[in-house]
């Protein structure tokens, strides 16, 4: 009988000690394996080994041993995975440390010298976000958070990532925004709006991402990407159609870093805005063969918004006159205008969600939300339908930007290990902002749109009853000019109580967020919320509706967890009610008041959370995967 063992051999001057020697026996019956896996993840110089062949001649017979050195010698197939091993034989003084050792053991001396590699995606792919905000460049709420972060994200995964977004100018210094981005040279005319729609393609690549601006002269106008003082523009449609069509073109036709994407793209459209290319994909594109590996994820920000315009306006969309039935939609009897009007409608983010091959959501919760008759707006039985390939994930924080220990906007700095800079930040906010500096009171904060949405008439009618404690309280957000102009008088009537800063600021965002104690979002409904996140990672303790994402991200707490010490992140309420809100937030003071080594302790949980992207991508990983196991959609 002969038997082989493998022995590492290295060819080094400085030999790292190894531990006790182990033996690979492989014989005519054996079934043992030897694993090269610690040799594939670790970089090891001039890797070697033994082959010791032994013969028995009999059971009692001598033992002959033959020590050959060989060199392990990896095949690869074309995309570089390693395939097979091979035994190489090799010459040359090599130095034997050990014919009997476990190549898959590395002692703790060892450890240190090598450096472990940071464990790489399984699979990449070519990802193609599609989106009418990303920050920095245009950004209006957290879809310009998502959409300005996550890419990044990914790229450091791994992945090849491209961003599509209009080239938004509109003769202010948010112009700058786009002073690093260049003319791809580019030219496509598209067909669409009874004619053809000439576009141009911006470029710029940054922290590994491909950003692409889509440039057309109805992006160039004052105002934000939707609208201006007098409302929502009127052609809306029509700018965003072209921001769909050329974002299905622009892996086509881009020859980014010299080749383009091709294809096999993963598109992850955003919102109603980006939702016709699902649409376009299985209806213009797959007939003909093009896009039949691609597939498309449909991301619900805000299901409230869904681009519903008239009926006649499909045959402006590009698209063919048989796919009408995917936008059709149809008002209920109750919400016509008139006795003669039919209700017909096409409905952009009603096309996206029947077509796209997967749907998520930025939190857990909302996806449960949008199934609802209170919270589906109209397409919950649809998304009841799909709601196999419907999931959420929570959206990361961009921990850089948003950091108590490095904040450029904040005075003071602090962090788990010292929370002084906490009660500093509130003494420089409230001098600041001309209230009394009382570090024992409670500071209360609310920073938002002023709209039906966030809740601010539930704050509207609280504010009254709420001065009557001893608390104070600092609102940020401009919206509807109703509560603009009762913020301004509240001021006036809570001199030393209230302040209300009409518009928004974002150093002064920053210096609320840290210098508050406690920040309130009675929201309606909140898809995600990242306020409720930045806050925690501030110290500064959040009280939420529990509703969508801020009741997947803020803990009810409980002080009689915890071997008496607690457990949670915040407080809670429900119903959405004034005397609801009011009971939360009392509880809140009345415990920042009289429990301080409760309130410290709730403080460092909440710095302690991880809301990070890394958290996020990983999850956007495992959909990927489940996207492409299923054929795409195809009519």
Not at 194 to 217: C, L, N, S, T
């Amino acid at each position: 009988m002969e038997s082989i063992q493998l022995a590492r051999i290295l060819s080094s001057s400085k030999l790292p000690t190894l531990a006790p020697p182990k033996s690979f026996v492989f014989g005519p019956t054996s079934t043992t394996q030897l694993s090269f896996d610690h040799l594939l993840r670790r970089s090891l110089p001039n890797l070697k080994l033994t082959v010791v062949v032994r013969s028995e001649k009999s059971g009692n017979g001598p033992v002959e041993e033959v020590k050959r050195a060989v060199r392990l010698d990896m095949d690869r197939d074309v995309s570089g995975s390693v395939i097979g091993l091979n035994l190489i034989p090799t010459s040359g003084d090599l130095e034997v440390i050990d014919t009997k050792v476990d190549v898959a053991t590395v002692t703790k001396d060892e450890d240190e010298e090598i450096v472990e590699e940071k464990a790489e995606t399984r699979v990449t792919y070519s990802i193609v976000f599609v989106t009418a905000e990303a920050a920095p460049y245009s950004k209006t709420g957290g879809l310009g958070d998502v959409c300005g972060s996550l890419p990044i994200q990914l790229a450091n995964h791994g992945h090849r990532v491209m961003v599509v977004s209009p080239r938004y100018l509109n003769g202010t210094s948010t112009d700058e925004n786009f002073s690093r981005v260049f003319d791809a040279n580019k030219r496509i005319k598209l067909q669409c709006f009874g004619g053809e729609q000439e576009i141009a393609y911006f470029h710029e690549y940054r922290e590994g991402v491909d950003w692409v601006f889509v440039d057309h002269p109805s992006y160039h106008r004052p105002g934000n990407p939707y609208g201006d003082s007098h409302g929502a523009f009127g052609d809306n449609q029509f700018r965003f159609t072209l921001l769909c069509h050329a974002a299905c073109e622009a892996p086509l036709v881009l020859p980014l870093g010299g080749y383009t994407y091709g294809e096999k793209c993963l598109f992850l459209v955003n919102d109603w805005h980006a939702g016709l290319v699902p649409v376009l994909l299985a209806s213009k594109y797959r007939p003909h063969g093009v896009y039949k590996d691609a597939r498309s994820i449909l991301v619900i920000h805000n299901l409230a918004h869904q681009g519903v315009e008239p009926a006649a306006s499909y045959k402006n969309l590009g698209l063919p006159s048989n796919w009408y039935g995917a936008l059709e939609w149809v008002f209920p009897t109750w919400a016509r205008t008139h006795a003669l009007d039919t209700g017909e409608a096409v409905n952009i983010l009603k096309g996206a969600i029947v077509t796209a091959d997967r749907i998520l959501t930025v939190s857990k919760g909302y996806a449960w939300e949008i199934t609802t008759v209170e919270g589906g707006y109209g397409l919950n039985e649809i998304l009841s339908s799909r709601r196999a390939v419907l999931n959420g994930i929570t959206n990361g924080i961009h921990v850089s930007e948003w950091d108590p220990s490095s904040d450029k906007h904040i005075p003071f700095h602090y962090s788990t290990a010292s929370l002084s800079g906490k009660v500093q930040c509130k003494t420089a906010l409230q001098q600041e902002l001309g209230l009394p500096i009382k570090p024992e009171c409670p500071l209360i904060g609310f920073i938002g749109r002023l709209d039906y949405q966030k809740g601010i008439d539930l704050i509207h009618w609280a504010i009254p009853e709420l001065m009557g404690a001893d608390v104070q309280f600092v609102m940020l957000g401009s919206g509807d000019p109703l509560y603009e102009n009762w913020m301004r008088s509240a001021e006036n009537t809570y001199r030393d109580k209230f302040r209300g800063w009409v518009g928004f600021n974002v150093p002064i965002s920053h210096r609320i967020t840290a210098g508050c104690d406690i920040l309130l979002m009675p929201s309606r409904f909140e898809p995600c919320g990242l306020n409720q996140l930045y806050a925690m990672r501030y110290g500064t303790i959040p009280v939420v509706h529990a509703t969508g994402g801020l009741s997947d991200t803020v803990e009810n707490f409980n002080p009689y967890s915890g071997g008496g010490s607690g457990e949670g992140t915040g407080w809670t309420f429900s119903p959405l009610t004034k005397d609801s809100m009011l009971n939360a937030l009392r509880t809140a003071i009345r415990t920042y008041k009289d429990h301080k080594s409760t309130w410290e302790g709730l403080m460092r949980r909440c710095m302690q959370k991880d809301f990070t992207w890394e958290n996020a991508a990983i999850q956007y990983e495992q959909v990927f995967e489940w996207v492409f196991i299923d054929p795409p959609y195809v009519n």
